[in-house]
C-alpha cells in the first residue's frame, strides 16, 4: 500500500514520488487500465477543504515538480534497465486536475455542493495555481475544475460571468491560447447537470449554469474547447 500524495510530499524526495509513479503505472497496465484519473495538483491552501490529503500541499514550485514528476512517471514506457524511453505500451495516460486550481474553497466548503461552489482568489494569487498545471502541460489528459472562481470582491476571476470553469470562454482561453495546452480536456463529472432543474440526476453542479437547459450546456462546454463531458452519457441532447 502507498501513502498518499500528501505524505508522500512530506518525505521531499523527488525519487521516491518518481518511484510511486513508474511502479503504480506498472500496476495500472498490469490490469489493463491505460488511464489514470490522476493527478490531483490543486494546492491546499486552504485548511478547511476536505480533499487536501489528495494534494501535494500548499507550496507551488513543490506541487509543480511533483506534478510534472507524476505525469512523467506514469506515461513513459521503460526499458529491461529500467530507463523511460517515451511513449509505448506500458504507457498510462495522465489526467491532471482541477483546473486552474481548486483548493481555495470559499470557507473551506467542497465545490460538488452548491453551498461550496465559489472558490476565492483572496490573496492574488492566480500565478501560483497555475504553475503545477503549467509543469506538466505534456499530460494526455486535464480536468476542469466545478467551482466560480471570484476575487476577494466576489468578482469573477477571469472573464465577466460567475460560472463555473467549463463554462467560462475566458479561462479556458488561459489554458489553450496563453498556456498552449494542446491534451484531452475533460469537464468533472455532473457538470451538465443543474441541482434544481435536473432533480433525477445523481449529482449536479452546472454552476452559474441552472437556469438553461442541458443541451444549451453542452454547446456552451462544447464551444469553450472541451472534449469530452465527465459522467456524461446521454446522446439524446448532445445530437
Not at 490573496?123 to 503549467?134: N, R
Request: hydrophobic share 35%; glycine share 12%.
Amino acid at each position: 500500500q502507498w501513502q498518499s500524495t500528501l505524505a508522500l510530499a512530506s518525505t521531499f524526495y523527488e525519487d521516491t514520488v518518481s518511484a510511486f509513479a513508474k511502479i503504480a503505472s506498472t500496476e495500472y497496465r498490469a490490469l489493463g487500465i491505460s488511464n489514470a484519473l490522476s493527478p490531483q495538483i490543486d494546492m491546499a491552501t486552504e485548511p478547511r477543504w476536505l480533499r487536501n490529503n489528495g494534494t501535494w500541499g500548499e507550496d507551488p514550485d513543490m506541487t509543480a515538480k511533483y506534478a510534472q514528476l507524476y505525469v512523467e512517471g506514469f506515461q513513459n514506457t521503460y526499458d529491461a534497465d529500467g530507463n523511460p524511453i517515451g511513449w509505448g505500451d506500458g504507457s498510462v495516460a495522465t489526467m491532471i486536475k482541477h483546473f486552474p486550481g481548486d483548493g481555495r474553497g470559499e470557507g473551506g466548503r467542497e465545490s460538488h455542493t452548491n453551498v461550496g461552489k465559489y472558490a476565492v482568489a483572496a490573496g492574488g494569487d492566480l500565478e501560483d495555481h497555475l504553475k503545477p498545471f503549467e509543469a506538466s502541460m505534456e499530460s494526455a489528459g486535464l480536468m476542469t475544475s466545478y467551482s466560480i472562481l471570484v476575487d476577494a470582491e466576489g468578482n469573477p476571476a477571469y472573464g465577466d460571468k460567475l460560472v463555473g470553469t467549463a463554462y467560462n470562454t475566458d479561462l479556458l482561453d488561459v489554458l489553450r491560447k496563453d498556456m498552449g495546452y494542446e491534451g484531452v480536456i475533460v469537464t468533472d463529472w455532473g457538470v451538465l447537470n443543474g441541482g434544481s432543474t435536473d432533480p433525477d440526476a445523481m449529482i449536479g453542479t452546472a454552476w452559474g449554469m441552472d437556469d438553461v437547459e442541458v443541451p444549451v450546456r453542452i454547446f456552451e462546454v462544447l464551444k469553450n474547447g472541451i472534449d469530452s463531458l465527465g459522467g456524461f452519457n446521454n446522446v439524446g441532447p448532445v445530437m
